[in-house]
């Protein structure tokens, strides 16, 4: 009976826990905590995923995220406040120290809620930047919805997002329709610097702009940005692969714009949004429940006949020939699976000193593959330069959790018995020839001089008084 118990324990906790690879506890900040209603079916999708959600106000004073130097929390998501700073708990730095321990943190903004000033100093770390009233709207007069935003335009349709390149991963329009549409009611769009830990998901469209409505002109002179300098929904991936989301409308995430239809301009019957798809994409991106990479094991050994093949040996000798491979697997949502490489990216190993001194792109190796991981390696020649040296794999991509791993091994010079004997060498024969020459001509020297007769002396010349 006991046993029974104790496997039904397991098999419940194995089914209320999350699946998010770095954690279940979730901290939802909001101004009034009756304000979740709003969204109920968002949060009711995080907590069927496993999650456990706390709801705090930024002013709380028993709001921590840290307590005795680790993290209270794994994951916290910031909804629009009309508070002017969100108080002595969610400062910048502690925030940006939340991120430093791995930490994930999703904000979403609102055009009608000001963003706190502490808010705007994190997005300046960042490299991000929203409009100087931080309340800009962002409004298109081609792709709206006719039905809710007749007159403001300010409900943007948008297609379903693509990669930003060839090379990543499409994790938020893969396996959606081509026609389906996604609703931005009355958000906010920033505009991200040239930082490479940034990526766009959401690019305006080009005829879109930013502007503040507080401003009753019938000419807009001073555009904050326009078009795709407009980033509606923004990703940021630390060096430690901690993730910060960045959407531009909350609204997008409340229940009724989940499967809601909407009517674009240019006459097309109503369409449902996917926006309820699009927040679990969103979410479980930030939240690390997809585009995670593991490493499980990498190996190195000699790639020579009659090698002992010892793997991961810490020292190897000049001009070894020498094979590294290395297993990945990705996470995706329930399961590790292989880690794909696209075909317009290369996965590279670095055998390098103080620089590289090879530089090899792995292939696949089917043989040490499985169902949940791919194995990548390669085969090379070790230089002729006995060191330190270091196997280094430094794989960042968009999207992607950081890949850097760095095994370090000795390279010795060959020993004097190691060397090859002189007569494999082609290039020595010239040499070796001269020296036979030489031995040969001294020795005929001395066999000649030595048997030679002396000359008789009477036949030598006479003498003369």
């Known amino acids: ?133 931080r309340t800009g709207l962002v409004v298109d007069h081609f792709n709206y919805d006719t039905t809710s935003a007749a007159d403001k335009h300010d409900v943007l349709v948008l297609p379903r997002p693509s990669p930003i390149r060839p090379d990543v991963k499409d994790y938020f329009g893969e396996g959606i329709g081509k026609d389906a549409v996604l609703a931005f009611p009355r958000g906010v769009g920033a505009a991200l610097g040239a930082s490479e830990l940034l990526t766009p998901i959401i690019r305006a469209p080009r005829t879109a702009y930013s502007y503040n409505p507080k401003e009753q002109t019938e000419v807009v002179d001073d555009l904050f940005a326009a078009g795709e300098q407009l980033s509606l929904v923004s990703a940021f991936q630390a060096r430690n692969s901690a993730r910060f989301t960045l959407v531009g409308s909350a609204e997008m995430l409340q229940d009724k714009w989940f499967d809601a239809e909407v009517s674009q301009a240019d006459g097309k019957k109503a369409t449902k949004t996917f926006n309820r798809e699009f927040a679990k994409r969103v979410s479980g991106w930030t939240f690390n429940e997809i585009g995670v990479v593991r490493v499980n094991w990498i190996e190195h050994h000699l790639d020579e006949a009659g090698a002992t093949n010892e793997s991961n040996p810490g020292i190897y000798r000049i001009k070894n020939d020498v094979k590294y491979t290395i297993s990945l697997s990705e996470y995706s949502w329930t399961t590790w699976t292989p880690f794909t490489v696209p075909t317009d990216d290369a996965l590279q190993l670095e055998f390098s000193m103080l620089s590289p001194f090879h530089r090899l792109a792995l292939q696949a190796d089917a043989a040490h593959g499985s169902d949940s991981a791919a194995a990548y390696s390669a085969t090379f020649k070790l230089p002729d330069q006995h060191g330190i040296f270091n196997f280094k794999i430094n794989h960042k991509r968009p999207l992607l959790s950081n890949v850097e791993e760095k095994n370090t091994v000795s390279v010795r010079h060959m020993a004097h018995d190691e060397w090859p004997r002189s007569f494999v060498i082609t290039g020595a024969w010239p040499w070796i020839a001269g020296v036979g020459v030489t031995v040969a001509g001294w020795v005929g020297f001395c066999a000649l001089w030595m048997y030679s007769a002396p000359v008789d002396g009477k036949g030598g010349v006479k003498k003369t008084q």
């Open 1 to 133: 009976m006991r046993s029974f118990l104790s496997l039904f324990v397991f098999l419940f906790a194995a089914a209320v826990s999350a699946i998010s690879t770095s954690g279940n506890r979730l901290l939802v900040i909001l101004d009034d905590v009756a304000d979740k209603e709003n969204y109920s079916q968002f949060l009711g999708d995080l907590e069927s995923r496993g999650f456990q959600i706390s709801f705090e106000n930024p002013k709380s004073e028993s709001l921590a995220l840290f307590h005795l130097g680790e993290r209270s929390y794994d994951h916290v998501i910031l909804f629009p406040t009309r508070s002017k700073g969100l108080g002595p708990n969610l400062t910048p730095n502690i925030l940006v120290d939340f991120m430093n321990a791995d930490g994930n943190v999703l904000v979403t903004l609102s055009s009608g809620v000001s963003a706190p000033s502490s808010l705007v100093s994190l997005l300046s770390e960042l490299d991000i930047q929203l409009p100087t009233d």
